[in-house]
């Protein structure tokens, strides 16, 4: 299990706002059991309790172009290159 008690501070994001994002994505997951499953924005905003409006999908949008989150058909999901960024992350 990933910690996400810490922030994830110097990431390939390099930006705060995405790098919370990305944490609040594993926390999504562990909240599922460990289980990476597709979102769409309505489903964060959900989980999070806040609005799905176009700041939220301009953030997880920039994820997509980071290569850290894929998109398809208004669904979200995390690749290897994520996994990768988290591996990065642990070693920091």
């Known amino acids: 299990m990933i910690n996400v008690e810490r922030q994830f501070v110097g990431t390939c994001l390099r930006s705060s706002e995405l790098e919370e994002k990305a944490r609040a994505i594993v926390i999504m997951a562990q909240a599922s059991g460990d289980v990476w ?19 939220l999908v301009s953030n997880l949008d920039e994820l997509v172009s980071f290569g850290v989150l894929d998109k398809n058909n208004g669904f979200y999901a995390v690749n290897d290159k994520f996994i990768q960024m988290l591996e990065d992350w642990i070693k920091y």
């Open 37 to 55: 499953h597709s979102f769409t924005v309505e489903e964060y905003a959900a989980f999070w309790k806040c609005a799905a409006n176009a700041d």
